[in-house]
């Protein structure tokens, strides 16, 4: 099993930045830290619309960013703690959504998602 646990979300206005944090834990993590996942990242979901990628990588090193948010955020892993991140710069008023952790099972691809943290930004 796989649990993702995100945090730091919160409200900011236009223009900030805010960082999240996704800790993957469980058996399966703990077994094969280091290649677990055959894809990890961040995908959201404003009210209304479908869930869309945000970013992502993959075990094989691979990044990729919507265009909506090349250039301002940036994804990266802490491996030591099984931890993936999302550095979120000059936010705009539609990055607003609930923003899911993703990680995707390297030998099965199943998929795991945490529970989703709120990313609210103001004009």
């Known amino acids: 099993q796989v649990q993702l646990v995100e945090s730091g979300g919160g409200l900011v206005q236009a223009g900030g930045s805010l960082t999240l944090s996704c800790a993957a834990s469980?058996?399966?993590?703990?077994?094969?830290?280091m290649g677990w996942y055959r894809q990890m990242g961040w995908y959201r979901q404003a009210p209304g619309k479908q869930?869309?990628?945000?970013?992502?990588?993959?075990?094989?090193?691979?990044?990729n960013y919507a265009d909506s948010v090349k250039d301002r955020f940036t994804i990266s892993r802490d491996n030591a703690k099984n931890t993936a991140y999302l550095q979120m710069n000059d936010l705009k008023p539609e990055d607003t959504a609930v923003y899911y952790c993703h990680g995707q099972i390297n030998w099965n691809g199943r998929d795991y998602w945490g529970q989703g943290t709120q990313v609210t930004v103001s004009s």
């Open positions: 869930r869309e990628l945000v970013a992502r990588f993959t075990t094989g090193g691979t990044t």
């Open positions: 469980g058996s399966i993590v703990s077994i094969n830290p």
